[in-house]
Every structure is written in structure tokens, then in C-alpha cells.
């Protein structure tokens, strides 16, 4: 491990994740996101279970708590109300009683779940908990390929950015052309009073989100419009890669806790949805890629969410070529893993999903390089991200060329995700 002692990196992970503790949910961070968003909450549950089970699971009952009726789980819950947020609920307008944003965010819920319960030393309560929320995460699934496949491909679409969680990435740049900047209502940003303009997304960018938030709007957020309204419809394979892997999760958790029509269901998800990504490969890149599914063709940008996919499990031969392509970044990059490959001309150091290494997306593709016997290469992911700790301390993401803390500090999923890597170290 790296000059700090494990005590250490536990000592100050523990302290980000209290400090951001708002009772029954975590804010990711202080200012630049002031409510519970969906992922970061069943990614810091995991972190939270080393030091309080119990709160651990309440982070995923709260959200639960305000998935809609049709079985969505939105990726915001504005639990308070804060100006420092835009866009708050006055632009999203969802009607939920409880406000909440109209889209939703991968779905890691299925993962985070199962691990809390496999790892649980108080075995009946967590069985106890688990087994209220089976239903609700299985209920999100069918959701997802209800909306989200409509032709039965295996494999569902995003149609906003921000539900990947990687919201400027350059596989969008394209797609993402064909959403307007006109008829924009006037709009304040706030994440530029509390993060570094150049780490952030562009104007443009900015107005094309919301756009199509406008959009959805018009159309009374009713998911079974959305879809194939939305000018933009992309199959991300690193989010396609969490719902299948949260799928099959579920389904081992399901059959252990005596579920089996709901574990039949959720099995037959993944193995349908591993089967349907081999249409995303690409040998030339070494990696899964996105897929336009307006225009129906791959997009030509390598990015981390071809990576990510090792989450799931993929065939062995394809984590053995996903392994070598990232030990070629490493060679471009003095951190792992770089959410874009630096050699492109697009790439971006300090910009957001543009380039910067993200914690909670290298704990997932260790975790996928780990059971898929790629052992050496997630090792050397896992201490880079402690290098980075060490060096540049809790920042919401990091320049992989120089190692610059970039974006919120104080994080709490990568808080979190400290506490899961010093586990393995
Ligand atoms: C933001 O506001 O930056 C978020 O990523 C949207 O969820």
C-alpha cells in the first residue's frame, strides 16, 4: 500500500461519510449536490456497512422510498429545498410527492444489495431487509426493459446523459447533436459556483440537457412516451453491464431468500442481456462500445463504459483483451483508469467524464477483472486509486496525467469506495 497506513485511509473515508450524513440518505457532497442521488447512494451504503450496517441499509430504503409507481427509481430525491442545486424541482416537475427528477441513473442497487447481505454479520436483519427490497429493485429491472428495449433486444437505451452517470462523456458528442439548443427556458447554472468551470460540462452541453428535460416534461413524464420520443437513445454497455450484473445478483439473492419465480425472472434478464452485448464489442478498440440506437451503429469512441463492462460477467477471453487495452492506457496514463483513452485527440484531462479516473467506476471494473480471474491488473487499478487518495485526498474525480484533484471534494462515494479497496489491499 501507498505512505498512508490502511488506518489511516479508514480514519478519514469514515469522517467524509459522516460529515455528508443528512440522517436517512448521504449527500454526495456538500453544495455542488445537495439532495440523495440514486447510484451514489447504493455505492456508499457499501462504504457505510465497514462502520454501521444499519445505516448502510437505510441509505437504500430511503431511496426505495421514492421509486414511482411504474417501477422507475429517479436519480434525484430532493429530500430539501436548496437554491444551491439547479436544476431543482421547479424545473423537473415530476409531481412526485416527495420531488424528484423524471429520469433515472444505473442501476447498482441489485449489486449493492446482494453484497450487504453476503457480507452481513447481523444475518436476520439483513435477511429481514433484503427481502423488502427484492421486489422494489425487481420491479426497477422490468421497468427498465419494459421502457428502455422496446424491440426485446436484451439491451436497454439511456435517453439522457445523465443517466449514465457519465454526463459529458465523448461517446455522446454525436447523438447528442441532434438534440436542440433552441426554445431553451432561461437558466442559472449553479455547479459552476462550486466546482471549476473547466472541470465541468459546457453551455452547450447544459442546454441540450435541458432540452430534452423540457421535452420529457411536455410529455407529462410518462415512461412509456419517453423512449421513442427522445432524439437521443444510446446502449451504454457500462450501464447495460450494472443491470445485468444487478440482475443476476438479485437472482442469487432471490433463490437464497426462497424467491424463485423472482429469481427465475431476474436470471433470465441477465442471461438474455450478457448474451445481446456481444453485438456492442469491437476488436479493433479491445472493448465494448456505445451504440446510437437512433441510427442504429456503433459509436467510435473508447471510452470507460466499454470498459466497465467487465462488471457483468463477460466472456474470459473478452476480460483478458479489456485487461490488456487498459494496461495500454496505463501506458498514456499515470493513474487508472482514464475515462477516455488519451491518445484521442478529444480527450480531456480535467474535464469531468472527459478523461478523469472516477473511483466508483474503477471498484466496479476491479471487481469484474477480480471474478473474472484478471487478478493482476485488479491489483494495479485498486492501488492506483489509493495513490490517488494518498496523494490528492476524497475529490469527486481526478486528472489521471498529473493526479489534480478535480471537481467536489470531500466525496462520499469515493470515501466510500476507500473503504472497499483497503479491504482487498
Ligand atoms: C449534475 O448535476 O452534475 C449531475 O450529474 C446530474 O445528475
Known amino acids: 500500500m501507498t505512505t498512508l497506513k490502511k488506518q489511516d485511509f479508514i480514519d478519514r473515508a469514515v469522517e467524509v461519510l459522516k460529515e455528508n450524513d443528512r440522517g436517512g440518505y448521504t449527500v454526495p457532497t456538500k453544495g455542488l449536490y445537495p439532495f440523495q442521488w440514486n447510484w451514489d447512494s447504493c455505492l456508499t451504503a457499501l462504504g457505510q456497512r465497514h462502520f454501521d450496517e444499519a445505516r448502510a441499509w437505510i441509505e437504500i430504503e430511503t431511496l426505495f422510498q421514492h421509486q414511482w409507481p411504474d ?24 409531481g412526485r410527492p416527495t420531488p424528484t427528477s423524471g429520469i433515472t441513473q444505473p442501476a447498482v442497487a441489485g449489486f449493492a444489495v446482494r453484497r450487504l447481505y453476503d457480507n452481513a454479520t447481523d444475518k436476520q436483519a439483513a435477511a429481514r431487509r433484503a427481502r423488502a427490497l427484492l421486489p422494489k429493485i425487481d420491479a426497477w429491472h422490468r421497468w427498465f426493459y419494459e421502457n428502455r428495449d422496446p424491440q426485446k433486444e436484451g439491451l436497454v437505451a439511456i435517453i ?3 443517466e449514465s452517470g457519465r454526463d459529458n462523456s465523448i461517446d455522446w458528442d454525436a447523438a447528442f447533436e441532434r438534440v436542440p ?5 432561461p437558466y442559472v ?9 473547466k472541470h465541468r460540462p459546457t453551455k452547450e452541453q447544459y ?68 448474451a445481446a452485448m456481444e453485438k456492442l464489442w469491437s476488436e479493433e478498440h479491445g472493448q465494448y462500445l456505445c451504440l446510437d440506437r437512433v441510427i442504429g451503429r456503433l459509436i467510435d469512441s473508447a471510452s470507460i463504459g466499454g470498459l466497465l463492462a467487465a462488471f457483468s460477467a463477460v466472456p474470459k477471453a473478452r476480460a483478458e483483451v479489456i485487461s490488456n ?11 487508472l483508469v482514464p475515462s477516455h483513452d488519451p491518445a484521442d485527440p478529444r480527450f ?18 476491479a471487481d469484474g477483472l477480480f471474478a473474472a480471474g484478471q487478478t493482476a491488473m485488479a491489483e494495479r487499478i485498486t492501488q492506483s486509486s489509493l495513490e490517488l487518495i494518498a496523494g490528492s485526498g476524497f475529490a469527486e474525480y481526478y486528472d489521471p496525467l498529473d493526479g489534480e484533484p478535480l471537481g467536489g471534494g470531500r466525496f462520499t462515494w469515493t470515501a466510500a469506495m476507500v473503504l472497499e479497496f483497503v479491504q482487498a489491499a
Open 71 to 94: 417501477g422507475m427509481v429517479p436519480h434525484i430525491v430532493f429530500h430539501v429545498h436548496d437554491d444551491g442545486y439547479f436544476p431543482g424541482p421547479d424545473v423537473w416537475r415530476s
Open 160 to 162: 439522457h446523459p445523465w
Open 181 to 185: 439548443t433552441h426554445g431553451v427556458e
Open 189 to 197: 447554472r449553479r455547479d459552476t459556483q462550486h466546482a471549476n468551470p
Open 207 to 274: 442546454d441540450r440537457y435541458l432540452w430534452l428535460v423540457q421535452h420529457f416534461r411536455s410529455l407529462e413524464w410518462d415512461n412509456s412516451k419517453l423512449h421513442d420520443a427522445s432524439p437521443f437513445q444510446v446502449v451504454d454497455p457500462g450501464f447495460n453491464a450494472i443491470l445485468i450484473r444487478s440482475c443476476a445478483d438479485l437472482a442469487v439473492l432471490a433463490a437464497d431468500l426462497g424467491e424463485p419465480a423472482l429469481a427465475q425472472a431476474n436470471r433470465d434478464r441477465a442471461e438474455k442481456g450478457q
Open 325 to 335: 487495452t487498459i494496461g495500454k492506457l496505463a501506458e498514456r496514463a499515470h493513474f
Open 348 to 365: 480531456d484531462a480535467k474535464r469531468y467524464w472527459r478523461g478523469p479516473c472516477w473511483l466508483v467506476v474503477n471498484y466496479m471494473i
